[in-house]
C-alpha cells in the first residue's frame, strides 16, 4: 500500500482533488432510508481526515438537506475541500422538462440561463461557501441549447462563483456539444465492473479531449462491496429490494468474483470492497471514484483505497474474473 493518496487533476482546470472522492446522496437520505445528521457530519470529517478532499453534493439530495449537512460539516476547512455540487433538478420552476415527483411537488429538468443563476446563489447559500470548485449539470435538458447553458456557466465562472464546469448523464453527443460551447472539464457518469458502458465510446472521448471522469457507483450499490451474499435480505423503501440486479442469481456470480478478488486483498492488507475501487481508478480514462459514505468507519474504508496500486498482473487477474461471471447478469 502506498502512503500517499492519489491526486489527480480535474480536466484542464488546474484544480487537483483526491483520485476518492466522497458521494452524498445517501447522506441527503433520499431513497436511502432517512437521514442522521450528527453520523453524515462525522463521515465527511473522517473522510477528510483520511485525505479525501473531493467531496460531491447536489440540492436534489433531499431538496438541499445533503448540501447544509456538507456546509457544516467543512466549516471550518473549507480550504482543505475541492467541493462539487449540481445544478438543473430543479423545483423553484416548471420550466424544462418534467422528471419526477418530490413528496407530490414536481421536480424538472432545467438549464437555463435563468435557472442557473438563481440556483448557484442556492447552493452557495446551503454550503457556507462563496465559491464552489466543480459546478455540475445534473441531468441534461432537451430543452435548452447547450450554448445557453454554456453562456451562463462561463459568467459563473468569471464571477469566480465557480472554478470548473462539469456535466453528469450524458451521452458523447452530449459531451461533445459541450466542448464546442466552451470548456467542460468533467463528465460524471456511473461506472463499475457490472456497468461498463462508458468504456466503449464515452472514455476514449474524454482521454482524447482532455475531460475528467468522475464515476460514480463503483460498487453498484453495494452489489460489489463483498458484504453483498446470497443470504441479504433487502427491506423498507430500499431501493435494492425489488431490483433484478440484486437477485439471488446475480449475487452468487459476484460471490465467484469475490472468491477470485480476496488473493489480491489479502495480499495488499486491503477488503475486497477497496480492491475493487482500486480497479475502477486504474481503468483507461476513469479519473476519480466516488464513493458513498453513512459513518466514519465506511469514510475510511474507502478512502484507503486510494493509497493501493495494482500491478498489472493483478488487473489482468480481476478483469478476466468480471469477464467470466460478470457478463450475462439480470436486470
Known amino acids: ?111 437555463g440561463k435563468d435557472a442557473i443563476v438563481y440556483e448557484v446563489e442556492q447552493s452557495l447559500k446551503r454550503l457556507g461557501t462563496d465559491y464552489i470548485d466543480h459546478y455540475i449539470t445534473h441531468w441534461q435538458d432537451p430543452t435548452t441549447p447547450v450554448v445557453e447553458t454554456m453562456e451562463a456557466l462561463e459568467l459563473l465562472k468569471q464571477q469566480g462563483k465557480i472554478r470548473s464546469i462539469g456535466a453528469s448523464n450524458t451521452t458523447p453527443a452530449d459531451v461533445r456539444a459541450y466542448l464546442a460551447a466552451g470548456q467542460l472539464d468533467a463528465v460524471q457518469e456511473e461506472y463499475s465492473m457490472v456497468n461498463r458502458a462508458v468504456e466503449v465510446e464515452m472514455a476514449p472521448l474524454c482521454l482524447q479531449q482532455g475531460v475528467s471522469i468522475l464515476s460514480y457507483s463503483s460498487l453498484a450499490l453495494g452489489l460489489l462491496s463483498g458484504k453483498m451474499g446470497p443470504d441479504r435480505v433487502f427491506e423498507g423503501d430500499d431501493q435494492r429490494k425489488d431490483n433484478p440486479r440484486f437477485s439471488m442469481a446475480n449475487r452468487q456470480k459476484v460471490a465467484q468474483l469475490m472468491a477470485a478478488i480476496a488473493p489480491i486483498a489479502e495480499a495488499h492488507g486491503a477488503t475486497k470492497a477497496q480492491i475493487v475501487i482500486a480497479w475502477t481508478l486504474q481503468q483507461p480514462g476513469i479519473t476519480f471514484s466516488l464513493c458513498g459514505a453513512r459513518d466514519a468507519d465506511q469514510a475510511a474504508e474507502n478512502a484507503k483505497a486510494g493509497l493501493l496500486r495494482l500491478s498489472e498482473a493483478e488487473l489482468a487477474t480481476i478483469s478476466q474474473a468480471a469477464a467470466a461471471h460478470l457478463s450475462n447478469l439480470d436486470g
Open 1 to 111: 500500500m502506498s502512503h500517499e493518496m492519489l491526486k489527480r487533476e480535474i480536466g484542464q482546470s488546474g484544480i487537483k482533488a483526491s483520485a476518492i472522492g466522497l458521494g452524498t446522496w445517501a447522506i441527503g437520505g433520499w431513497m436511502w432510508g432517512g437521514t442522521d445528521e450528527a453520523r453524515s457530519i462525522k463521515a465527511i470529517e473522517a473522510s477528510i481526515d483520511a485525505g479525501i478532499s473531493l467531496i460531491d453534493t447536489a440540492p436534489a439530495y433531499g431538496q438541499g438537506v445533503a448540501e447544509e449537512i456538507v456546509g457544516k460539516a467543512i466549516k471550518n476547512q473549507r480550504d482543505q475541500v475541492v467541493l462539487a455540487t449540481k445544478c438543473g433538478l430543479v423545483w423553484h420552476t416548471q420550466k424544462g422538462n418534467h422528471f419526477f415527483d418530490y413528496d407530490g411537488a414536481p421536480v424538472h429538468r432545467y438549464l
